[in-house]
């Protein structure tokens, strides 16, 4: 009788464990090259600090994961364009980062040096870091950033979790253009 518990008990467990290895997430998969147009833009900050400067690039990436660690790397390094800067750039440290596909979301974590970045280049870069990795239809809609895993808040202590929409390219922007667009 104890035999035959046992042996039911194995059955159970080794059914279990091919059900869970048969419910492995899968990664999402970006479609076809010939399908679709593989440039985006990467915005990097205008050294004059008036905004933001997009500029075309081809993603090789074939997973979401894999599109969000590469445009991290491009936006890591140093523009071709000598009148724009990275936007992630030293003393700040991308120390980790985690795509929630989910939640179409990236979290990002910084350093403290991020705490330490001049207001007006910090609201560029993360600007410029936004509309970098939100721009990818059906796989990115936030981005949340931390310092230290502390979420970034704004001034009333709310967390920030940004979108595209949430920024524009210049600090010149025609004020009444802008009021009248977002009415």
């Known amino acids: 009788m104890k035999k ?3 042996a039911l008990l194995i059955v159970i467990v080794c059914v279990g464990i091919a059900i869970l290895a048969g419910c492995k997430k899968k990664e999402k998969v970006i479609e076809d090259a010939s399908a679709v147009d593989r440039t985006y833009k990467v915005y990097y900050v205008k050294a004059d600090g008036s905004g933001v400067d997009g500029v075309s690039w081809s993603y090789s990436s074939g997973t979401a994961q894999a599109l969000v660690a590469e445009c991290l790397d491009v936006l890591r390094s140093e523009p071709e364009d000598n009148d724009d800067l990275p936007a992630i750039a030293s003393p700040v440290g991308l120390i980790d980062y985690e795509y929630l596909s989910e939640q179409r979301q990236v979290n990002l974590y910084f350093n ?6 001049d207001k007006s280049k910090e609201v560029l870069s993360r600007a410029a870091i936004v509309k970098t ?7 990115i809609d936030y981005v949340e950033i931390f ?4 979420p970034l808040t704004d001034a009333k202590g709310n967390t920030l979790r940004m979108m595209q929409s949430d920024f524009i390219d210049s600090t010149s922007a025609d004020y009444k253009n802008l009021k009248a667009s977002t009415l």
């Open 4 to 6: 035959k518990i046992a």
């Open 112 to 117: 403290d040096a991020y705490g330490n970045v």
């Open 133 to 139: 990795l939100t721009q990818f239809d059906t796989l």
């Open 147 to 150: 310092i230290n895993r502390i």
